[in-house]
């Protein structure tokens, strides 16, 4: 008889700190997911997720990023209660709406309707990096085209592709949850034929190149991972980055190789390997390479 998974919150009294950038530094670790609400961060993990570097992590930094924090069990028979609590609808401009099975329709039209299950709060469209990389996709043509989700999350982003024409998307993740979440979204907005979700790195999206790959991750990750990147790209295929805080350009300039790009200026060219397009939310920036 298989048990539920064990959860926590590690719950985060931020004061005058600034939470999106404790946010982005707790989702180096395995939280599955994040709230945020009056001051308070929230982050919720598996219990054989907990390890002793990230506890030593979490501790060294009090009072220089947040003011104090508790770890309480999840109880079972609320964790779902938890979010449909405090999950409300997102609308990414006129493109794409986001809501839950328990939400009405919107009234106003939008391009895609997406319905999740909200057991993350975390890559549901809240965030700043999924709503850009939302707006981002809409300018762009998925008709027919292969799409590597790499970081998967909730599986939005393929969701989304898949609403766009894409024929074929893989997305990778390393956690398992992920994975599952993933699938039962694309079940969901009836999507599942053209969608694959493979738990593991990068190494999972195999060798057949994509024309299109979303990367919704974190600084670290992308420079670590961008030749590889580039390496499963068409000719003429186009990245989409995001997980970028405001204050990390300089690092992802110097790392991915577009140093002396002016932020917030659409089209840039890019020496003659294409042209970089930046757009900033909040201090998080995403980031649209084309024509590598």
């Known amino acids: 008889m298989s048990m539920n998974p064990e959860y926590y919150a590690l719950r985060f009294e931020m004061g005058k700190n600034d939470s999106e950038i404790w946010l982005a530094m707790l989702s180096e670790w395995p939280f599955e997911s994040f709230h945020e609400e009056d001051k308070v961060v929230t982050g919720y993990i598996q219990l054989h997720d907990i390890r002793e570097d990230m506890m030593h992590f979490i501790t060294e930094r009090e009072s220089l990023f947040y003011v104090d924090f508790e770890m ?10 938890v979010w449909e609590s405090s999950f409300n609808p997102v609308a990414v401009e006129d493109y794409c709406y986001i809501m839950a099975v328990f939400h009405e329709a919107p009234k106003k039209h939008f391009k895609h ?16 990096t999924t709503y850009m990389m939302l707006k981002a996709m809409e300018g762009i043509n998925f008709e027919n085209k292969r799409v590597l989700d790499y970081g998967c999350g ?26 599952e979440n993933s699938y039962e979204h ?19 999206a195999g060798s057949h190149p994509f024309d299109i790959i ?51 200026v659409r089209g840039e060219p890019l020496g003659a390997r294409g042209k970089v397009e930046i757009q900033q939310r909040d201090d998080w920036m995403q980031i649209t390479l084309s024509t590598l």
């Open 72 to 81: 309480n069990k999840v109880p079972d028979k609320n964790w779902n209660e």
């Open 113 to 128: 309707n997406v319905i999740i299950s909200p057991k993350m709060a975390f890559g549901t469209g809240h965030h700043a």
């Open 154 to 179: 909730t599986g939005i982003l393929s969701v989304v592709a898949a609403m766009e024409g894409a024929t074929e998307i893989v997305g990778v993740d390393i956690q398992p949850e992920a994975i």
């Open 186 to 204: 694309a079940t969901l907005n009836h999507v599942t034929p053209v969608c694959t979700f493979i738990e593991g790195d990068l190494s999972k």
């Open 214 to 264: 979303l990367a919704n991750i974190n600084t670290r990750i992308i420079i670590a991972s961008f030749d590889q990147l580039k390496s499963l790209l068409n000719d003429g295929g186009i990245i989409l980055l995001s997980g970028i805080m405001s204050d990390q350009m300089p690092e992802i300039e110097k790392g991915l190789g577009f140093s002396g790009s002016p932020l917030g």
